[in-house]
């Protein structure tokens, strides 16, 4: 009772992902036993997962429903708001100034918006919209969007310069999300995801140990690594003090190996950002986070080689028998998830064989 009084001062869009995620939790207890194979998606806060999720639906359909495209609209509206007002804080506690001074009264209209509270709607954005683009344009925040890049360990949305790139179609009355743009959307309440695909059950599971409990099953875990994200800060889920985001993953992984109700899971990692990942090390140098490091840090090759190691190694230390394998993916990329996938649903049926020793 106490719950669902607290439930109704939440926003709408949080309500429904909660119920969502109730109804999934509901309906695996049940069905799960009636699926062949379940694939259980997991990994770090924005290692990709909902992602992930957004292409299954996207290779094997039903369409997005109007209703959701409008949802997914509401979100990317709220993305590039929260993404300038970020940048326009960032931007005054590096005392860069504005280019246009006009910009100041932008900043004002921009900054009193409390998104997350309000249902943007088109007409509505539509007033932000010369405020939005000239704030962009101003040479004062592209300098603050440049510098935190380099700083490396400030958690931007990602996606925040593919909005404001894609304004002019993002800024029409009549704009509807494209599949892309639906790609890059970061969903502020964290609905569960959950899809079935032909005979196989594809569910996430939150790094939370009580979700643990439901799954005591042979199956296969898809383990997601923001692979970009070896310098970005965390406050430790895993481990006591600051940490970084790829450490954190790296305690993930162990705990789940560790965990006795999947020692009989086939393990197959995601190393995924790949794209961010190719321009991050580029000036980047992973040896400030990871001194073992040995190889040209600015090499893509030579670090992805090293972030395999590191995980092969949590592997082998765990159980040196167990299969190992893994992927690199960039999960806003299509064509990239539908072949990687198509892989992944390989290696289940081979290890499915070999299980019962067909071959
Ligand atoms: N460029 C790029 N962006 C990505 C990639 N994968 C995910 N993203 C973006 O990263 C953000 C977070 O991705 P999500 O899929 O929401 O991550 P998550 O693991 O579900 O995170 P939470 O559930 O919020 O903890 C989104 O804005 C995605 O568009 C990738 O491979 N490349
Ligand atoms: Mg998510």
Same mark, same amino acid.
């Given at each position: 009772? =106490?719950?669902?009084?607290?439930?109704?001062?939440?926003?709408?869009?949080? %309500?429904?992902?909660?119920?969502?995620?109730?109804?999934?939790?509901?309906?695996?207890?049940?069905?799960?036993?009636?699926?062949?194979?379940?694939?259980?998606?997991?990994?770090?806060?924005?290692?990709?997962?909902?992602?992930?999720?957004?292409?299954?639906?996207?290779?094997?359909?039903?369409?997005?429903?109007?209703?959701?495209?409008?949802?997914?609209?509401?979100?990317?509206?709220?993305?590039?708001?929260?993404?300038?007002?970020?940048?326009? &804080?960032?931007?005054?506690?590096?005392?860069?100034?504005?280019? !246009?001074?006009?910009?100041?009264?932008?900043?004002?209209?921009?900054?009193?918006?409390?998104?997350?509270?309000? !249902?943007?709607?088109?007409?509505?954005?539509?007033?932000?919209?010369?405020?939005?683009?000239?704030?962009?344009?101003?040479?004062?925040?592209?300098?603050?969007?440049?510098?935190?890049?380099?700083?490396?360990?400030?958690?931007?949305?990602?996606?925040?310069?593919?909005?404001?790139?894609?304004?002019?179609?993002?800024?029409?009355?009549?704009?509807?999300?494209?599949?892309?743009?639906?790609?890059?959307?970061?969903? #502020?309440? %964290?609905?569960?995801?959950?899809?079935?695909?032909?005979?196989?059950?594809?569910?996430?599971?939150?790094?939370?140990?009580?979700?643990?409990? #439901?799954?005591?099953?042979?199956?296969?875990?898809?383990?997601?690594?923001?692979? #970009?994200?070896?310098?970005?800060? $965390?406050?430790?889920?895993?481990?006591?003090?600051?940490?970084?985001?790829?450490?954190?993953? =790296?305690?993930?992984?162990?705990?789940?190996?560790?965990?006795?109700?999947?020692?009989?899971?086939?393990? &197959?990692?995601?190393?995924?950002?790949?794209?961010?990942?190719?321009?991050?090390?580029?000036?980047?140098?992973?040896?400030?986070?990871?001194?073992?490091?040995?190889? /040209?840090?600015?090499?893509?090759?030579?670090?992805?080689?090293?972030?395999?190691?590191?995980?092969?190694?949590?592997?082998?230390?765990?159980?040196?028998?167990?299969?190992?394998?893994?992927?690199? $993916?960039?999960?806003? /990329?299509?064509?990239?998830?539908?072949?990687?996938?198509?892989?992944?649903?390989? $290696?289940?049926? %081979?290890?499915?064989?070999?299980?019962?020793?067909?071959?």
């Amino acid at each position: 009772m =106490l719950k669902k009084f607290c439930w109704s001062f939440l926003p709408k869009q949080e %309500r429904v992902a909660r119920q969502r995620s109730r109804k999934i939790d509901v309906m695996l207890k049940r069905d799960v036993f009636m699926f062949p194979e379940v694939l259980l998606v997991l990994g770090n806060s924005q290692s990709g997962v909902s992602t992930f999720f957004k292409q299954m639906r996207i290779i094997t359909g039903p369409e997005f429903s109007q209703q959701e495209l409008i949802d997914f609209r509401r979100t990317i509206y709220m993305n590039i708001i929260e993404g300038l007002q970020a940048l326009v &804080i960032e931007k005054n506690s590096m005392g860069i100034p504005w280019e !246009n001074s006009a910009n100041e009264t932008h900043k004002m209209l921009v900054t009193s918006v409390e998104s997350w509270n309000m !249902n943007l709607k088109p007409h509505t954005f539509q007033g932000f919209v010369t405020a939005i683009n000239s704030l962009w344009n101003d040479s004062g925040i592209q300098e603050a969007y440049s510098k935190i890049k380099k700083m490396h360990n400030f958690v931007t949305y990602e996606s925040v310069k593919y909005f404001l790139n894609n304004m002019n179609r993002i800024g029409q009355l009549s704009y509807i999300p494209c599949k892309q743009d639906i790609l890059y959307a970061r969903e #502020s309440c %964290r609905a569960r995801g959950y899809f079935v695909h032909r005979n196989i059950l594809i569910t996430e599971l939150r790094s939370k140990r009580k979700y643990y409990l #439901s799954y005591e099953y042979e199956t296969t875990i898809l383990f997601m690594v923001a692979s #970009s994200d070896f310098d970005q800060v $965390t406050n430790g889920l895993y481990t006591s003090n600051e940490s970084t985001s790829l450490v954190e993953s =790296l305690e993930f992984f162990k705990a789940v190996l560790c965990n006795s109700l999947f020692r009989k899971c086939t393990i &197959i990692l995601f190393f995924n950002k790949t794209d961010l990942l190719a321009e991050k090390v580029q000036t980047a140098d992973i040896r400030k986070y990871f001194p073992e490091f040995q190889g /040209d840090p600015h090499s893509l090759e030579d670090v992805q080689r090293f972030l395999v190691e590191c995980f092969r190694e949590r592997m082998t230390t765990v159980d040196n028998s167990r299969p190992f394998f893994y992927h690199f $993916t960039t999960a806003v /990329d299509t064509e990239n998830i539908r072949i990687e996938f198509d892989s992944v649903k390989k $290696t289940i049926l %081979r290890e499915k064989l070999k299980a019962f020793k067909l071959l």
